[in-house]
């Protein structure tokens, strides 16, 4: 840094998440920024991240306003990744209460952006809000929803910038596996049977590096939207088992059967599956392509994991 220049502090929440980690990486190399990290253990990160001299460890958790307000006050950034993915009481109070009232803290006169990461569930494919998900999406959906429908009432709201990232993907030997990454070992044995099907259905995904190194870049570039949804162009279900069985190893694809709809739901009365509406709208719908999405490769960045392949040969 210039001696001129003066060091910015970022607060995030979050940072030992899947997403989070790769963030730190990219952030504690960067000497234009010092990140206050508030963390409920601190030990889930690298003791090299801990002892790095650009990176101020606030154990606690969203719930000691308290606490972490005096190192809020002196932030010029936020990055809010902070999430509950469970249970009524415990989403509500993350993802809404507690949420609105970091958001709510925020010094107006210091801070001048907040990146909050919501889910791209809550949209519909003309990324606008999903009335359904607030009627019948998970606790984690619905408690997201709430929230961003709450963001316009809020000060600060000029300068939030609100992340709906697809489904992420990351499995590093230093990082927190995703959700997804860690379903793909139990789906390997059935793709066998699973390569002799196939059904219209598409979706987008993300690495979870690529969503730091878009975050990172977006705290220093503003964009025309205050919105946006991460992802890569959108893959189709019978690609994805096309690739997924040529990186396990598994003979080739051909001559399958068309799983529709219907067979679905023969499926699931037959087994007496149990099944929510939110879990019927995802058969239903199938797909979950959106109107815009942006990636590394729009903001001119480059990246290993902009394709499926790249992604599994992490």
Request: glycine fraction near 6%; aromatic fraction near 12%; include cysteine.
């Amino acid at each position: 840094m210039s001696g001129g220049t003066r060091r910015r502090n970022v607060f995030v929440t979050g940072a030992s998440g899947c997403v989070g980690q790769y963030l730190l990486d990219i952030l504690i190399e960067d000497d234009r920024y010092h990140s206050y990290l508030l963390l409920r253990e601190p030990l889930k990160l690298k003791s090299s991240v801990r002892a790095h001299p650009n990176v101020t460890i606030i154990p606690g958790t969203l719930a000691d306003l308290d606490l972490y307000r005096p190192y809020l006050e002196q932030s010029d950034y936020l990055i809010h990744m902070a999430t509950s993915w469970g249970g009524a009481d415990a989403a509500y109070a993350v993802n809404f209460v507690q949420t609105l009232q970091l958001l709510g803290a925020v010094n107006h006169e210091r801070c001048c952006k907040v990146l909050y990461f919501s889910t791209s569930s809550i949209l519909d494919n003309d990324n606008r809000p999903l009335e359904f998900a607030k009627r019948e999406g998970t606790d984690y959906i619905r408690t997201k929803y709430l929230c961003h429908e709450r963001l316009p009432e809020l000060g600060v709201y000029d300068r939030i910038v609100s992340l709906f990232p697809t489904l992420i993907m990351a499995a590093g030997k230093d990082k927190p596996v995703s959700h997804v990454s860690s379903g793909i070992p139990k789906v390997a044995p059935w793709l066998g049977v699973a390569r002799f099907f196939k059904t219209d259905a598409s979706f987008h995904f993300i690495h979870a590096h690529d969503v730091a190194l878009v975050t990172h870049h977006l705290l220093a570039h503003d964009t025309e939207s205050n919105e946006l949804v991460l992802g890569n162009p959108a893959i189709t279900v019978n690609e994805c088992l096309e690739q997924l069985c040529a990186f396990f190893g598994n003979k080739r694809v051909f001559g399958r059967f068309e799983m529709t709809v219907g067979i679905m739901e023969w499926i699931i009365k037959v087994f007496h599956i149990q099944m929510s509406p939110w879990d019927y709208y995802y058969i239903k719908q199938r797909h979950f392509n959106y109107k815009q999405v942006v990636n590394p490769a729009t903001f001119g960045l480059s990246t290993p994991f902009n394709t499926l392949a790249g992604i599994l040969a992490e």
